[in-house]
């Protein structure tokens, strides 16, 4: 598994589940702008579950 980035994900779509604000793609995580929470990115795609939290 490597670190380099991940084929760009669309984030237009999607926003942090807790508090709706843009999520940006940092790595091979998701940050959200808002709320400050981390999700995991597995196999490249984003896993937007509020009990995942990193
Ligand atoms: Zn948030």
Redesign the pocket.
């Known amino acids: 598994m490597s670190a380099e980035s991940l084929p760009a994900t669309d984030l237009r779509w999607v926003v ?6 843009p ?1 940006e793609s940092v790595g091979n995580i998701i940050s ?6 981390r999700y995991p990115v597995l196999d490249g795609i984003p896993v937007l579950l509020a009990d995942r939290v990193l």
């Open positions: 942090c589940p807790v508090c709706h604000q999520l959200c702008q808002g709320c400050g929470r």
